[in-house]
């Protein structure tokens, strides 16, 4: 073969070869989602080839909408190394429902084996209405911390070994924020021992969050939904991690104390986030873990996943 051509097709599988890594100087980044959704308007078979395509290694994936637990599980147990399925919690059983209707939609899903994750609870959680359209399209949800279904969840959680990751919009709560912080570290307080991880960082800001960290050994965060390109596709008061693109210093610096506290997420909802923005925010992540040292880096792409998780270690 002609040296030309070679160095083609050796450029060519090298790509290949890092694609589901975030290159980093010398070596390579694995990086897990360890928070998405998806309904019945998206295959799975084109979550993974989006997962390729952005270089994501693994997901923590639950379903939404009209997708049975068992099409999850099933497709999961067809690609483990891809996809760690999580119980759904989200639903009328659980926004308007009894407890024991509640306790009964878990308990079916964990019977059916395979699941390794809990999806996010819904504490506080705002009407959501499309960025370019007035119609809603996700409900308000709000269930106190306290709540004997919250509580329920959270719960099954422990008994697993899985963190509980709640969504508390601590930006959007209003008058009644502190009252739900109250609450909210009470939680914490009862289970000091458990993983409790708070998606889109509770839309809290450096602050808050270093106090939190600060106060409690068992709280985490999820960067879900914390970048530029997701507040430009969003009315709601979500946190933004960066300047431009890159890590904003106080941000860069927070993860910097405390890298085990902060795991890589994008909590895709519906196929649009899958299929319009996903790659696009990978990406801009991809550049900001190059901001970060290569240990911190690890950490936040993956490490932190597969230690809360138990998941199996993607490499280095």
């Given at each position: 073969m002609p040296i030309k051509r070679w160095r083609i097709w050796s450029?060519?599988?090298?790509?290949?070869?890092?694609?589901?890594?975030?290159?980093?100087?010398?070596?390579?980044?694995?990086?897990?989602?360890?928070?998405?959704?998806?309904?019945?308007?998206?295959?799975?078979?084109?979550?993974?080839?989006?997962?390729?395509?952005?270089?994501?290694?693994?997901?923590?994936?639950?379903?939404?909408?009209?997708?049975?637990?068992?099409?999850?599980?099933?497709?999961?147990?067809?690609?483990?190394?891809?996809?760690?399925?999580?119980?759904?919690?989200?639903?009328?059983?659980?926004?308007?429902?009894?407890?024991?209707?509640?306790?009964?939609?878990?308990?079916?899903?964990?019977?059916?084996?395979?699941?390794?994750?809990?999806?996010?609870?819904?504490?506080?959680?705002?009407?959501?209405?499309h960025h370019k359209k007035s119609e809603a399209i996700a409900p308000k949800v709000v269930l106190s911390p306290d709540n004997p279904k919250v509580k329920l969840a959270l719960k099954r959680a422990v008994d697993r070994g899985w963190p509980f990751i709640a969504h508390i919009e601590f930006a959007a709560i209003g008058s009644e924020r502190e009252r739900f912080m109250s609450e909210f570290e009470a939680l914490l307080k009862e289970y000091p021992d458990h993983p409790v991880v708070l998606n889109h960082l509770g839309q809290l800001k450096t602050k808050d969050v270093s106090r939190l960290i600060e106060a409690y050994g068992n709280i985490h965060f999820v960067t879900a939904m914390c970048n530029p390109i997701s507040n430009k596709n969003s009315s709601q008061p979500l946190v933004n991690l960066f300047e431009k693109k890159r890590l904003a210093p106080r941000w860069q610096s927070l993860i910097k104390a405390h890298p085990d506290r902060f795991i890589l997420g994008f909590d895709n909802v519906w196929a649009r986030h899958w299929q319009k923005i996903y790659i696009k925010q990978v990406q801009l992540w991809k550049n900001a873990l190059k901001d970060l040292p290569v240990d911190v880096a690890h950490q936040v792409a993956h490490g932190n996943a597969e230690r809360l998780w138990d998941l199996p270690p993607t490499g280095r």
């Open positions: 450029s060519i599988l090298i790509t290949l070869l890092l694609e589901p890594y975030a290159v980093f100087g010398s070596g390579v980044i694995p990086i897990i989602d360890a928070h998405s959704q998806y309904d019945q308007e998206i295959a799975l078979d084109e979550i993974i080839d989006l997962m390729d395509q952005a270089g994501i290694s693994r997901v923590i994936l639950s379903q939404r909408g009209t997708v049975k637990a068992k099409q999850l599980v099933t497709f999961a147990s067809r690609h483990p190394d891809r996809i760690t399925p999580a119980v759904r919690t989200k639903g009328k059983k659980y926004a308007n429902g009894s407890l024991k209707e509640f306790g009964n939609f878990l308990d079916k899903q964990i019977k059916l084996g395979g699941f390794g994750a809990m999806a996010e609870v819904l504490i506080w959680h705002a009407e959501k209405f």
